[in-house]
């Protein structure tokens, strides 16, 4: 098995907060330690302890407490810790305004409610950092900010605090997670089973003993789990996994399912803030996806967008195996797009898309190498409003081999990846579920790369993502938002899009015509002719027509193949071609 070590320097990263504290002295309503994720930049928490009355930041703009440009209210942050909201521009520009005006530290609070923290990466300035930088979640960061509002005085302490009885586990990355967030019921056969444990830390000056992790699993409302396993000692500076009993999830409906840990000790725990971890899975309908399941909107959670340092290139896959894939159909895809600063989705130059690639590991190792992926369907993106900067898309996918809508899995136990692929020199996020991260589980469990929470490329051969050359973000094992829709054949009503197509001549050398045929009136029909790799390179459009025939100049175009995509009001039909100078 080779599960990707590769990571890119200068990109994303978290880090856990080990055994440093950050704790509210004053006022008495707010004191206590509280969970946070640090930077990956900046002063080391473990190297000193800093104090000081908390101050926002005001740098003039319209957006004042986000501290993106030199900061306007310097006598007040000098000697204080900044805190600064999240958004706007790169951490380490936040941190180094703040730095420049004498902040001794510096606490970013989350700007995306239930999801916790981050890690934070340096951006293009974050190496002249020399203060500490840590995160605190969005619900943390509205207590503090309230008591401030009210006018009274928030003093924070942070940094290599020690108490004599202190346990702890990491809320994101120190309990296991099955190796997907959601997960279709029906494919949940017998022998479905879940691995629970948990690691804990003893950051106290005591020797802990009789540590013990307890975890329950509840669906609305029914308890289904209740274990707990115990380590008869742990020494200071020190941290064990302790394993749980597996959850057997075979058989179960579809809904949430809640896993709530906790860890204790004989000892009285003097910060007891991270001693408790609730996280949750789905089983759904039909729907395969790493990240976990937001019913409200009826997509994949998503808290974040990520793509590489600079922008360009990327490609983000999660794998999956359908375990009882015989007589079923992948038939569309849906993931989360957003553009950087300045840009509209339509602005963008290059292309968006999904792929989908069957896996078949050739030497039987467990690790995907880029010759073992073959492509086996595409999709054709297209944003509904081209003036946003960020919208969930959903498509159909089309057979790379037949283009026909939807792809018939290959058979019981059938693996795939697919891939939410951006072409160009922009640039363009991907979505993320960072609250579902597989960091422990993978460490212990993860048999094939199918179980990495997702897999990152930039480059292609031949189309195909080079995974050989395949990275994660260095200890970030947050999951890609991407959902895969499985259906059986006539989950979807037979709907006749095209009554006659036809293309000539076949291949072209300079140009193609098209004649199409409906079983009925359009308001609108849609021409697209897209690469291989998924670029537009051709768009037009009729409107009010049941026939329609239309040429296309391909005389500029590179030798090879091509699709045709026609969109009618009751959907797409799509015709493969080559060009051939």
């Known amino acids: 098995m080779r599960i990707f070590t590769l990571l890119f320097a200068g990109l994303f990263a978290f880090a856990t907060a080990g055994a440093q504290v950050v704790l509210v002295n004053s006022p008495a309503d707010l004191a206590g330690s509280y969970s946070f994720s640090t930077a990956t930049f900046g002063a080391d928490l ?52 703040a730095e420049n005006e004498g902040a001794i530290a510096v606490i970013i609070f989350n700007h995306t409610p239930g999801a ?69 019921a029906g494919q949940a056969s017998d022998g479905f089973f879940v691995p ?11 020797v802990a003993s009789n540590v013990t992790v307890a975890a329950t699993i509840t669906k609305d409302g029914n308890e289904l789990y209740n274990e707990s396993a115990s380590e008869a000692m742990l020494e200071p500076d020190s941290s064990v996994v302790i394993a749980l009993p597996d959850f057997d999830a075979a058989g179960e409906t579809p809904g949430e399912f809640v896993m709530a840990y906790s860890i204790s000790s004989d000892s009285m725990d003097q910060l007891d803030n991270d001693n408790n971890v609730t996280t949750s899975f789905f089983f759904s309908e039909n729907v395969f996806s790493k990240a976990g399941w937001d019913p409200a909107n009826n997509r994949p959670f998503r808290t974040n967008a990520y793509t590489i340092s600079g922008g360009g290139n ?194 072209t050398s300079d140009r193609l015509t098209v004649e199409v045929e409906l079983p009925e009136l359009t308001s609108s029909l849609e021409y697209k002719i897209r690469s291989a790799a998924g670029q537009l390179v051709r768009h037009e459009t009729r409107s009010n027509v049941n026939y329609d025939k239309a040429e296309f100049d391909v005389t500029d175009l590179p030798s090879g193949q091509y699709f045709l995509i026609l969109k009618t009001d009751n959907g797409s039909a799509a015709r493969a071609f080559t060009v051939q100078h």
Request: glycine share 12%; net charge negative; hydrophobic share 40%.
């Open 314 to 507: 990327i490609e983000f896959l999660s794998g999956f195996s359908i375990p009882n894939g015989q007589g079923m159909v992948i038939d569309s895809i849906q993931f989360y797009v957003a553009v950087g600063s300045g840009l509209t989705l339509g602005d963008v130059e290059g292309s968006v898309g999904a792929f989908i690639y069957e896996w078949v590991d050739a030497n039987n190792d467990g690790g995907v190498g880029t010759d073992e992926l073959s492509l086996v369907a595409i999709t054709d993106v297209t944003f509904s409003d081209p003036a946003e900067t960020g919208a969930w898309v959903k498509v159909p996918v089309l057979d790379f081999n037949t283009f026909e809508v939807g792809l018939a899995v290959s058979g019981d136990g059938a693996t795939y990846f697919v891939g939410t692929r951006y072409e160009g020199s922009d640039l363009v996020f991907l979505g993320f579920d960072e609250n579902f991260d597989q960091t422990l589980w993978t460490a212990f469990y993860a048999q094939t790369d199918l179980e990495l929470p997702y897999i990152g490329v930039t480059e292609w051969v031949n189309n195909i993502p080079n995974v050989d050359q395949g990275f994660i973000f260095s200890g970030f094992f947050g999951s890609a938002a991407t959902a895969v829709i499985v259906n059986s054949p006539n989950a979807a009503e037979d709907v006749e899009i095209v009554s006659n197509m036809s293309m000539f001549p076949n291949p």
């Open 46 to 97: 473990s190297t000193g302890v800093w104090t000081g009355d908390a101050v926002f930041v005001d740098d003039g703009s319209a957006n004042p407490t986000e501290g993106c440009n030199a900061l306007m209210n310097g006598a007040e942050i000098a000697g204080n810790i900044a805190l600064i909201d999240r958004g706007g521009c790169e951490f380490g520009v936040k941190c180094l305004n």
């Open 116 to 184: 916790g923290t981050i890690g934070m990466a340096p951006g293009a300035v974050g190496d002249q950092v020399t203060i500490p930088c840590v995160m605190l979640s969005y619900e943390d960061g509205q207590l503090i900010r309230n008591a401030i509002d009210m006018g009274e005085t928030v003093n924070i302490s942070m940094g290599a605090i020690k108490f004599d009885n202190d346990i702890a586990t990491d809320n994101r990355a120190g309990v296991f997670r099955p190796p997907f967030g959601t997960f279709p």
């Open 196 to 206: 629970l444990g948990a690691e804990v830390t003893n950051n106290g000056l005591n």
